[in-house]
């Protein structure tokens, strides 16, 4: 019973540094992300460096039919994969969307004249 409060303490530091040592991993259920954003144009970093983005974006091309569309966060480096689909309501398709150019915190698509309608993408790439 003398020395009781000390075993205790040791008991309580012991069981708090080992409930600490897995915070520092990626749990299976990725709930320690780093951080996330799950708006419309939203983003989602792990902490193994794998970041996915997705979003949504209207009609508004230049004279040449191309448009930029701006990240919610930028990619550590280039390349990254991007799929882009038309989001339309029109029963005839005219054309898809092509992805010009590559920038960390953006990237370029084009479409040709007929094609005005909205579209959504997503993309894969690093954030470190």
Known sequence: MKHFSRKLVAIL????????????????????VITKSLSQNGYYKFPDGLLI?????????DS????????PVSFASTPYSV?????SGFQDYYAGRTVDAFYNSS?????NQENKEPFCWMAIGRWK
Do not use: M, P, R
């Open 13 to 32: 530091v012991l069981i708090i540094w080992l409930s600490s040592l897995g915070t520092k991993y990626a749990k299976a259920d990725f709930s320690n």
């Open 83 to 87: 799929v882009v689909t038309a989001k």
């Open 64 to 71: 040449y039919h191309k448009q930029s569309v701006y990240l």
């Open 53 to 61: 983005q997705w979003g949504y974006a209207s009609n508004s091309q």
């Open 107 to 111: 990237f370029t698509v084009s479409a």
